[in-house]
């Protein structure tokens, strides 16, 4: 977190562009981490190549390579050069672009579209609220922070109950889907009014400016996957 000056900086025009042009920018890298990932997704479940994934346990090397890369670029931005930063978030979108492959052959085509249709409106919903309103979303941030470790950890330890037939999240399931929904959406209101922040802090320096703008988008591409990913748990239930 950024002390009191952060949220209290003025959004004065940077000499490297306004801030319009830089959520548009933003905004630019996450539309194109999105359609890296769902094309590397359809193009590794297409050729089959998931299977070998599955089968040689690769996709678990693959899971540890994204988390690595998601930790480097997050905590170490500041010291990256643009270009590897960029390189990096592009890195992490093929990454989970091959890993999404296992879960898009579990469902087929029109139920992958109202996936995604849903979740853009969703997301799209929130990310204009967070840029319009006039209310700082600053607060939102430790509870966002401690609702989404607290879902990873029910989340994990539902997972590890039902692999071996422990419990069952059963209709529990639409609950915590629910509850995440509501927390990913939460957190696309809250890092697009961050991205005004992050202008207003870095404006001046042009290098810095790019790399808050990458780690801007890979946030809001983060939520957007998560929100697309629950959307189509609840609609594989409705399915089955």
Not at 7 to 15: F, G, K, M
Not at 105 to 134: C, D, K
Not at 149 to 163: F, Q
Not at 170 to 187: E, K, P, R, S, T
Request: contains cysteine.
């Amino acid at each position: 977190m950024m002390n009191d000056r952060y949220y209290n900086i003025s959004y004065a025009e940077s000499p490297f562009g306004t801030l319009n042009e830089f959520m548009t920018k933003t905004f630019s890298w996450m539309c194109a981490g999105l359609l890296t990932t769902f094309a590397v997704a359809l193009a590794t479940a297409v050729s089959g190549a998931w299977v070998v994934l599955a089968a040689t346990g690769l996709i678990w090397l693959l899971l540890i390579a994204e988390l690595v890369m998601v930790i480097v670029l997050s905590a170490r931005v500041t010291k990256l050069q643009p270009g590897t930063a960029t390189g990096l978030f592009f890195g992490y979108a093929v990454l989970n672009g091959v890993n999404l492959s296992t879960v898009f052959v579990s469902y087929n085509i029109p139920t992958l579209v109202l996936a995604f249709l849903i979740g853009a409106l969703y997301f799209g919903i929130m990310a204009v609220y967070g840029w319009r309103t006039e209310n700082s979303l600053a607060s939102w941030g430790p509870k966002l922070m401690g609702g989404l470790v607290t879902l990873l950890i029910v989340g994990a330890i539902g997972g590890l109950l039902s692999l071996f037939g422990v419990f069952s999240f059963g209709l529990l399931d639409v609950v915590y889907c629910a509850i995440a929904l509501l927390l990913f959406m939460g957190l696309t209101a809250y890092d697009t009014q961050m991205l005004k922040h992050h202008y207003a802090y870095f404006g001046g320096d042009a290098a810095m400016l790019h790399k808050a703008s990458i780690i801007g988008a890979l946030n809001l591409y983060l939520d957007f996957i998560n929100i697309f990913l629950y959307v189509l748990r609840l609609l594989g239930r409705n399915q089955d």
